[in-house]
């Protein structure tokens, strides 16, 4: 299984991004996909999720600025990140499960700054 995020850099606050992340080695359209960030010194924290019939949930901190989506015929999880904040700066990892086991993509990096 691999998950390749795409999408990081820097954004002005209020400005926005859009994450992408590549799935290979899983049956794509049937897994669950979520994104995760990490700010430094923090704990990991759960942010979207889609499920395979298209269900999202979203974390309070991002719900109704951020917009998780997926395109099964390109085997990809987006990440819309609109109106972003100084404290969205974080590394984003997209994670998913298969046969019993959790796997992560290598961070991207998202700084918002002025």
């Known amino acids: 299984v691999q998950l390749q995020a795409s999408g990081g850099g820097l954004a002005l606050p209020g400005g926005s991004l859009r994450l992408s992340c590549a799935a290979s080695?899983?049956?794509?359209?049937?897994?669950?996909m979520s994104w995760y960030r990490q700010a430094s010194d923090d704990e990991r924290e759960l942010i979207a999720t889609i499920t395979s019939n298209h269900s999202t949930n979203y974390a309070d901190s991002v719900k109704g600025r951020f917009t998780i989506s997926r395109d099964n015929r390109r085997r990809t999880v987006y990440l819309q990140m609109n109106s972003l904040k100084p404290e969205d700066t974080a590394a984003y990892y997209c994670?998913?499960?298969?046969?019993?086991?959790?796997?992560w993509g290598k961070g991207t990096l998202v700084t918002v700054s002025s």
């Open positions: 994670e998913t499960e298969s046969r019993g086991r959790a796997f």
């Open positions: 080695g899983i049956h794509f359209s049937l897994n669950t």
